[in-house]
Every structure is written in structure tokens, then in C-alpha cells.
């Protein structure tokens, strides 16, 4: 499989490997041929998976070197950047050397930028860990980190030049971060239309049917390598046609704007996973949707049901509007005078609304529903 990321020559290649971690060296070793990698992992991903990744490598007579960085949304900031551009820039590196990103959307992210920036260019290899990484982030070409001011304030579109998709990584995974990849996978779903959605809702439903909410075991066994390329290949759809976010591909940030601001207050990284709050973004977005673009109101508890079914949180601590709303004002999608979020008439017909600022406070309403409030 390639997907064509612009400029044009610039191709990045999708492998899902069928014999295991093995694959992984035998792939770098054929496409980077007397190349030592430079593995740079998350650091509970390197702990369970060094020696199954290693050991292949040795095999072949290839010894990469590993960088690791600690896990967890932190890692993604001005700090992390510069401590990994300073390790890696101590190592004998040059144009062709490939980096492996080897981890979950932070380390994708994370580690893009550095291969990105340094050399202003090294070949980059996304090894997604997490169902997040493997369904959105590892693709399309976006890598960041964060600044005090927000996400992903700070980065760039590289693509990387091969993703390998491995879903045995997934077994390792803990509910938390299962939960967080159905909130990107839900949003995929809803934006390529009902079939898909309502396909994605019936597997859900038909899984462990005698159980009402799945638990970490049933998710694993939910997950299968089609619900995973349906999901992947909605947000290749969309990064083809506009590889830089010139037009269609906002359609990608549906629940993000509200998503960026929950995660925002309730402190990035702090137990609060990036796609458990983009779901409760899209909850907010669609629900304003149902009052100004006449989207069915049940289309919001088809949503809401799914999400329960998974065990995911559809409820949001008593957060404060004022820091909501100063989150969305820093949004990087905004414009001068109006917030940009995405909207949907029906499942499949997403499109970019623009609000004026002040009215931000019309849209933070919708997510009242389901925030906590004390009594
Ligand atoms: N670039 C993009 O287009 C894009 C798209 C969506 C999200 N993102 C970014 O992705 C990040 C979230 O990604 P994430 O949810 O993968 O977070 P993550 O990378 O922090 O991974 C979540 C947790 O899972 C652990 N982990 C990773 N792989 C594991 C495995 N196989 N087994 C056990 N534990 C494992 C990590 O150590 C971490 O604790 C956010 O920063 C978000 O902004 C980027
Ligand atoms: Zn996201």
C-alpha cells in the first residue's frame, strides 16, 4: 500500500507485517542496505519489546542504536525536544541514517519533529505501538510538540517513509489507551458516513454480547486488522486529497476543538488520554450540530451508547468554562475573530463552521450535558 504525500516524489509506504517483529529488520535492512538505524522509543515500549526488536537487527548484522524517552504526553514538549535532539546529535548521523519512531503518538510525534529538524532531514520510520498511533498519527505527515500554550503548537509535515503496523503490540496495552484509539476511531467512522459507523457499531455491540460494557480482553478481541484499515484508510482518503490541511483535511480536527480544550485544563498527560477527550469533543461539536445544522438528535446517543458499551468516559469533572474558553481562544485553528471547529448534517457530511469568538460560550453549552457540576 502507498499513500502520496505532497510534494509529489514523497511517498510514504504502508506495511502491515505478517511474521512478527522479525519483519521490522528485514524491512529496514532491504530499504536502508548498510544502515544502522537509530531506534528512538518510548521507554515502556522499549522495556517490553527491546529484545524482540533487537534481536532480529543482531541477526542481520545491524546494531542500531537506541534513544529512549520517558512515556507520557510530557515527553512532548520544548525540554523533551532538545534533550532528544542533543542525543542524537552526539551519535555519528548523517542524511540516510534512518530514525525508527518506535512508540504511541507521543513518541510519533515527538520523534518526527526531531527527524524533521535535525540534519533538516533524516529518513523517519513510524512504528505505531498504540491503536491512536496506528489508526491516525503514524499517517499523514503531522508531527509537534507542545508549548506552554497548547498542543501541538510547534512542528511540521513530514511524512515518515515507511509506517509498519504491527497489531501484536496492541495485547500490551492497557484499557486507557485502548479507550483513547476508539475516540480517533469513532471520529473516523462518523465522518466517513453511516455505513461505516453503523458497521462499527453493530461489531461493538455483537462482541461479548451476554457482557453490557467491554472490558480490556473484549476490546483486543474486537480489534481485528479490517476494523483497524477501514479506519485508517478514511483519514488516508482525506490526507491524499490535501496533504496540508489546506481545505478538506480540518475535517480530520471533527471533536478537536472542544477535544484540545478539555485536555488543556484538565492538564495534558494527566490521566486524561487525547482521544478520550476528542470523544467528548464530538459529543459537544455534534450536539451543537443537532441545533444549527439539523443533525438527528439521536445520532448523539447512538454515539454516546457506543462509547459506554466500550467503557469509555463520557463524563466530564467540573471544569471551568472561563479556562475552556481561553484554551479554545488559543486554538491554533482559530482565525482572528472566529473559532473554527467542525460540524456535520448527518454522518458523512462534515464541514468546517466558523463561530465568532464571543460566541464561544454557545458552543461550550453543548458539552454541559456531560460535564459533573457540584451541587
Ligand atoms: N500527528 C498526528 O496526526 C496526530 C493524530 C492524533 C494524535 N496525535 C497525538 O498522539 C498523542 C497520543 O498518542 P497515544 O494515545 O498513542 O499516546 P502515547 O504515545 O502517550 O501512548 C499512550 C501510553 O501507552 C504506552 N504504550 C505505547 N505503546 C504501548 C504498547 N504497545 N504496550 C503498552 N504500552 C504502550 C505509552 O508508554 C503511553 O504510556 C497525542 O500527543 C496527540 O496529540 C497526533
Ligand atoms: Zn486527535
Not at 531506534?39 to 515502556?44: H, K
Not at 524533521?116 to 503514524?138: H, K, N
Amino acid at each position: 500500500m502507498k499513500i502520496v504525500v505532497a510534494p509529489k516524489e514523497q511517498m510514504t509506504h504502508l506495511h502491515f507485517l505478517q511474521d512478527g517483529f522479525e519483519e521490522i529488520a528485514q524491512k529496514v535492512k532491504y530499504f536502508y542496505p548498510n544502515e544502522h538505524p537509530i531506534i528512538m522509543a518510548d521507554e515502556r515500549v522499549a522495556h517490553l519489546y527491546y529484545k524482540s526488536i533487537q534481536g532480529p537487527f543482531l541477526d542481520l548484522g545491524i546494531n542500531p542504536i537506541w534513544i529512549l524517552h520517558p512515556s507520557g504526553e510530557g515527553s512532548k514538549s520544548i525540554q523533551g525536544y532538545q534533550r532528544l535532539l542533543e542525543l542524537l546529535d552526539r551519535q555519528d548521523i548523517h542524511r540516510r541514517r534512518p530514525i525508527i519512531a518506535l512508540g504511541g503518538g507521543v513518541t510519533g510525534d515527538l520523534v518526527g519533529f526531531v527527524a524533521a529538524t535535525m540534519l533538516r532531514g533524516m529518513p523517519l520510520i513510524q512504528v505505531p505501538t498504540t491503536l491512536l498511533s496506528m489508526i491516525d498519527s503514524s499517517i499523514g505527515g503531522k508531527v509537534a510538540i507542545n508549548t506552554p500554550l497548547g498542543k501541538n503548537r510547534a512542528g511540521a509535515f513530514y511524512p515518515p517513509e515507511h509506517v509498519f503496523f504491527a497489531l501484536e503490540f496492541l495485547q500490551t496495552l492497557e484499557a486507557a489507551d485502548l479507550h483513547s484509539g476508539f475516540g480517533e476511531l469513532l471520529k473516523h467512522a462518523i465522518l466517513d458516513g453511516e455505513e461505516h459507523f453503523a458497521w462499527l457499531r453493530r461489531n461493538v455491540l455483537n462482541c461479548c454480547s451476554e457482557k453490557t460494557v467491554l472490558e480490556r480482553e473484549d476490546l483486543l478481541t474486537l480489534l481485528q486488522e479490517e476494523m483497524i484499515k477501514k479506519s485508517l484508510a478514511v483519514k488516508q482518503r482525506i490526507v491524499e486529497e490535501d496533504p496540508f490541511e489546506k481545505g478538506r483535511r480540518a475535517l480530520l480536527n471533527l471533536g478537536h476543538t472542544v477535544g484540545h480544550a478539555i485536555e488543556g485544563v484538565l492538564g495534558m498527560g494527566k490521566g486524561w488520554s487525547h482521544g478520550g477527550c476528542v470523544a467528548l469533543g464530538l459529543l459537544a461539536e455534534l450536539s451543537w450540530s443537532v441545533e444549527h445544522l439539523g443533525l438527528c438528535s439521536s445520532e448523539i446517543d447512538r454515539i454516546e451508547q457506543t462509547m459506554i458499551r466500550l467503557g469509555m468516559n463520557t463524563q466530564v469533572p467540573n471544569i471551568s468554562r472561563a479556562e475552556l474558553l481561553a484554551f479554545m481562544n488559543s486554538d491554533k485553528k482559530r482565525t482572528v475573530n472566529h473559532l473554527r471547529f467542525v460540524g456535520m448534517a448527518d454522518f458523512g457530511e462534515a464541514k468546517v463552521v466558523e463561530l465568532p469568538i464571543q460566541k464561544g460560550s454557545e458552543l461550550l453549552n453543548h458539552l454541559e450535558r456531560w460535564i459533573i457540576r457540584a451541587p
